[in-house]
């Protein structure tokens, strides 16, 4: 009796188990995040939607961010503001650290229009 052997098929992403990587890495996840984001806001976003987005399934993504929401929207803040200022140093004046920062913080802010602000007046209240 001979043994045939039968190649492997490449795994889709309808064929692939539930919470494999599906070729996907943390900074790709954080860019798609960004811009989910950015077309639904903040309190649209899931991970279900993000999931659904990317074409895996959540648990793909839980697999990069075991923190669940929180920790995408972090690394998604934490790109948004890689960069922004240098590091404190201990010589520095604090206010004058601040102010730099609190400037370049929105200038960064203000270079990506699609991410939702407050209304100041109407917090104000």
């Known amino acids: 009796m001979a043994i045939i052997k039968i190649p492997k098929k490449k795994t889709s992403s309808a064929n692939r188990k539930a919470g494999t990587?599906?070729?996907?890495?943390?900074?790709?996840?954080?860019?798609?995040?960004?811009k989910l984001i950015e077309s639904v806001g903040a309190n649209g976003f899931s991970l279900r939607k993000l999931a659904k987005a990317?074409?895996?399934?959540?648990?793909?993504?839980?697999?990069?961010?075991?923190?669940?929401?929180?920790?995408v929207v972090s690394a998604v803040a934490q790109e948004a503001?890689?960069?922004?200022?240098?590091?404190?140093?201990?010589?520095d004046?604090?206010?004058?650290?601040?102010?730099?920062?609190?400037l370049k913080i929105l200038?960064?802010?203000h270079a990506r229009p699609a991410i939702p602000r407050r209304d100041v007046a109407r917090d104000a209240r």
Do not use: C, D, M, N
């Open 21 to 34: 990587r599906a070729g996907l890495s943390k900074p790709a996840i954080v860019v798609a995040a960004a």
């Open 54 to 71: 990317l074409g895996v399934g959540p648990t793909t993504i839980h697999f990069h961010f075991e923190g669940g929401v929180g920790s």
């Open 93 to 102: 004046e604090p206010a004058a650290y601040l102010g730099e920062l609190l």
């Open 81 to 91: 503001l890689a960069g922004v200022t240098r590091p404190f140093k201990p010589k």
């Open 107 to 109: 200038q960064a802010l």
